[in-house]
């Protein structure tokens, strides 16, 4: 195996080691003890603990190895209100003008992801179709800024939620789930003012489930 493939292999094993909590939030885990683990030397843990304290999910200590970052309640409110914001601004741009659509096929088959995943019961992969729906909804302003953006905290509300989900589960779950079913029912009519309203009531509820819980519970 090649250094740039070991490179690689060593962010996606940590990142989903993450991601699926196998690592807690705030835990200490050494260079040392992730090279042992996967069985690789130190020069590719330190090159995947780069690009994972870029992508916020650790904290690293030079030469020591990382924490795992915990993620606050601010923080989650701030990345749902850009969320809101984009979403917002997409159906206004699709309203205004011709140059952009939603990709409604697209959109159809996110909706049948996040129902199949609820009826299952599997909210890991529930989060990854409902945050695939909205990375398509945002796609039709054709803004790569606003796209990467999105990309850039992804991995922080899976995170945060999935979390969640693992220590509270006495709190509500899977809610989301309507919401995309009937925005995308208003898009695909174009009833956008009711697309509006829908996506001003669930801001508003999450919001709040946030300041009550301090965590996402989608």
Do not use: W
């Amino acid at each position: 195996m090649n250094s740039e493939s070991l490179l690689e292999k060593a962010y996606k094993e940590i990142r989903y080691k993450i991601l699926h909590l196998d690592y807690s939030q705030g835990s200490l885990l050494s260079i040392y003890k992730l090279a042992k683990e996967l069985g690789m030397s130190r020069t590719p843990i330190a090159h995947a603990i780069v690009r994972l304290e870029a992508d916020g999910l650790v904290v690293s200590f030079k030469n020591r190895g990382i924490m795992i970052r915990e993620i606050q309640t601010k923080e989650c409110i701030d990345n749902f209100e850009l969320m809101h914001c984009y979403r917002t601004y997409t159906l206004k741009l699709v309203q205004a003008s011709d140059d952009h659509a939603f990709q409604l096929d697209q959109l159809e088959l996110h909706l049948k992801q996040i129902e199949e995943e609820k009826e299952n019961d599997n909210y890991y992969e529930y989060l990854i179709a409902t945050l695939d729906f909205m990375k398509t909804l945002l796609a039709a302003t054709n803004n790569y800024v606003m796209l990467k953006t999105f990309d850039s905290i992804r991995d922080i509300i899976i995170l945060s939620s999935y979390t969640s989900y693992k220590n509270y589960p006495h709190l509500e779950y899977y809610s989301g789930a309507n919401f995309y079913a009937t925005l995308y029912r208003y898009l695909k009519n174009e009833e956008y003012e009711e697309a509006t309203q829908s996506m001003e009531e669930h801001y508003l509820k999450v919001r709040q489930r946030i300041l009550m819980s301090g965590v996402i519970n989608m």
